[in-house]
């Protein structure tokens, strides 16, 4: 327990010094944003920060903090270090840099962004793969509350009536103005998710479980090793691609950019505050790595959910913890839609006030999604979770770029690079390694994983002297 109350201490310390860094180096001021400059009522329409961190913080969370941070802890409790270390250092960082840096493009997606920044090539790879990844993104959230429904009403066995129904809502969610159901719902909703969290904490505490104190040990039953599958296992709560893809839905609210660390680096802090809970309390209602893992492969991450929440706070408690669990992907899935909608009207300049463009998106990326959702939801999950951390590694190389340009003292990019580099490894390591990759062994993967973080790295080294890529002019990023 121990460890757990220091993890959210580091927490909060990284909120209050770090985050003020990342704040600094980025210079917020008070320009007029593009909610007031652009306002249309749809898209673009100012929120007060309050409401919008609690839209940030629904938007970015999903089961992301909850499913990842389960299967995490299967790897044992060096997964808090990840958590804790991987969202104040990266996975904040990454959100807020992707936030304000959209909300100075008028609330440009993390495609055209690349573009400005990293050049032709990169934007139209990037449409490509973040479309790509929220597709994935929003068929996901749709399976998991589906099969959570199902199994929690009398109709059992019909989860595809329940997945036409989310569709359904997914439709609406897309379509209709942010301020109508997502700004309205979601502070419903995070109180939901807050509370869910903390009735789980609770249960944890109170309930006479044990938390493992953090070890480096790799503890996982079948002998995953850390590195890599760890950080590609827990996304979001560490460190997500997929929040790039929501910040510049919440640049286009944001009222001052004073309000950006709150917003952006803050509800990246509390999602992992989720994360770690759920990998405490997974951890702990299980008693051990095997049993978590057995629980997991046997129930489903949707199950074993039920399960501890079950076990832990009773049918009344467990309620609260329930909702909130299919709450939670229904509020990322709508938004993941709705982000690509946003992008491939970007790509085919679709003005999105009149509702007929909206449809003209909206409707084939739903088709393509109900398609989707009749794959294996653990292939599913697997290709989401190394995409997603690609994005988040291409994500940050962008703003590392754009920090270069803007000349936030010599060396303030490294906020954005060390973290970029870090998950070049990752992601390289990763897709060489997996069996969903081409499966090579550690002796390959490990040292290529290593050459390309080093390449990488050495590639800012020169763009930090040039001031510019090295295929940009100097003067091409004004």
């Known amino acids: 327990m121990i460890s757990l109350i220091a993890c959210f201490g580091v ?12 704040d600094r180096t980025f210079g917020p001021d008070d ?19 309050w409401r919008l961190f609690l839209v940030q913080l629904l938007n970015i969370a999903g089961t992301g903090p909850i499913f990842g941070p389960l299967m995490g802890a299967c790897f044992g409790p060096v997964v808090f270090l990840w958590i804790v270390f991987g969202s104040v250092l990266g996975g904040a960082v990454h959100d807020y840099m992707v936030g304000m840096i959209s909300e100075r493009h008028d609330g440009k997606s993390i495609a055209e962004l690349s573009g400005i920044y990293l050049g032709g090539g990169a934007k139209w790879g990037m449409r490509l793969f ?34 036409v129904v989310i569709l359904a809502y997914y439709v609406l969610a897309t379509l209709l103005p942010i301020d109508k159901i997502i700004g309205k719902l979601y502070p419903v909703f995070g109180v939901v998710l807050i509370a869910m969290a903390a009735g789980i904490l609770g249960g944890t505490v109170f309930g006479g479980y044990r938390v493992p104190e953090i070890s480096l040990a790799n503890l996982h039953p079948e002998g995953l090793p850390v590195w890599p599958y760890m950080f590609v296992t827990v996304a979001c709560g560490a460190i997500s691609g997929f929040h790039a893809t929501q910040s510049p839905m919440a640049s286009k609210c944001i009222t001052s950019e004073r309000q950006g660390r709150r917003i952006f680096y803050g509800a990246m802090l509390a999602e992992s505050v989720i994360a770690l809970i759920w990998a405490a309390g997974g951890a702990a209602f299980y008693g051990a790595t095997g049993g978590l893992n057995s629980a997991l492969s046997t129930l489903g991450q949707s199950g074993t959910v039920y399960d501890i929440s079950m076990g832990m706070l009773g049918p009344v408690g467990a309620v609260l913890a329930i909702i909130g669990v299919i709450a939670c ?7 993941a839609f709705r982000s690509a909608r946003l992008i491939l009207a970007e790509m085919f300049h679709l003005d999105q006030k009149p509702i007929k463009n909206r449809l003209l998106v909206t409707l084939p990326l739903l088709g393509v999604a109900a398609v989707l959702t009749q794959l294996d939801f653990n292939v599913l999950w697997r290709y ?14 962008v703003a590392t770029a754009y920090l270069i340009k803007a000349g936030r003292t010599r060396y303030g990019s490294l906020v954005t690079a060390l973290p970029a580099t870090f998950m070049s490894a990752v992601s390289l390591t990763y897709i060489l390694m997996a069996k969903e990759g081409l499966s090579l062994g550690a002796a390959v993967a490990y040292p290529a994983g290593a050459v390309f973080a080093a390449a990488m790295f050495a590639l800012y080294m020169c763009a930090l002297r040039r001031g510019s890529l090295p295929w940009q002019r100097p003067d091409s990023l004004a």
């Open 329 to 335: 992907p229904i509020t990322s899935g709508d938004t």
């Open 130 to 163: 973040s479309v790509l990844l929220l597709l994935l993104t929003g068929t996901v959230f749709v399976n998991s509350p589906a099969a959570l429904i199902d199994r929690l009403t009398p109709m059992q066995n019909d989860t595809q009536i329940w997945v």
């Open 11 to 22: 927490l909060i310390i990284g909120y209050l010094t770090y985050g003020r860094l990342v």
């Open 31 to 49: 320009r007029v944003t593009p909610a007031n400059r652009l306002t249309d009522g749809v898209d673009y329409v100012p929120m007060k920060g």
């Open 384 to 397: 989401f979770s190394w995409s997603n951390q690609t994005l988040a590694m291409i994500s940050l190389w």
